[in-house]
């Protein structure tokens, strides 16, 4: 695949957490308070799971926790009631945690080349309206949309509506549901993630900051991997 630089692509795709929003601990301690009334081990292999797996909807780790956890089923109603009340813990911390490093600016340079962006995410739809409403961020994206909907079936609609070939699309994220997403539509991808905890496997374009690939023009990005590498 030819390698691109950030101007040869018409169209971004965000996650949020973690790429967008410094926000995975806020995250992972949420879900740890959810489950605390159940004792310091189940909180504790609540958050480690969390830690592990963080681009994971909550429609599928709640009733994971509850089954292998708590051993409960959890009945499709019931967990709903446990993702309305994950939302009511975690929708404040969320909404105060800072942008990562570099966003802003990536979002303005976005805006004024006129490059679509657009947030995919995990977090349940009419949630992630609210986070994006009240962080100030809602004129950088024409759309955010969330979960339960899977994030390669938002991005191939997206796609499909706005008449978008793969070689003009990217995937931003931090987590492995990212990647699998972007390779499922065949689109390029582009890992956020320090070096110590990068999930990806080797080949992956990975940088720490946003800036590092999107204020910088002569730094590529494929979407098939050959080998281990860094953009600098």
Known sequence: MTQNSPSQYSCI?????????????????????????????????????????????????????????????????KVLEWSNRLSEIVLDEVVACPLLPGVNEVLAQLAQREVQAHIVSGTPHDELQVIVERMGLKPFFKTARGSPEKKASIVRDIMTAEGLEAEQCLFVGDAMSDYDGAKTCQIAFLGRSAQATNPFPAGTAVVEHLGEYFLSDNAPVTAEATGTKRVA
């Open 13 to 77: 795709f965000f996650d949020f957490d973690g790429v967008i929003a410094d926000s995975v601990e806020a995250k992972i301690t949420s879900f740890g308070e959810l489950y605390d009334e159940f004792g310091p081990d189940v909180r504790r292999a609540v958050e480690d799971y969390q830690r592990a797996v963080p681009g994971e909807t909550r429609y599928v780790k709640i009733p994971k926790f509850h089954r292998e956890l708590l051993g409960v089923d959890l009945p499709e109603h």
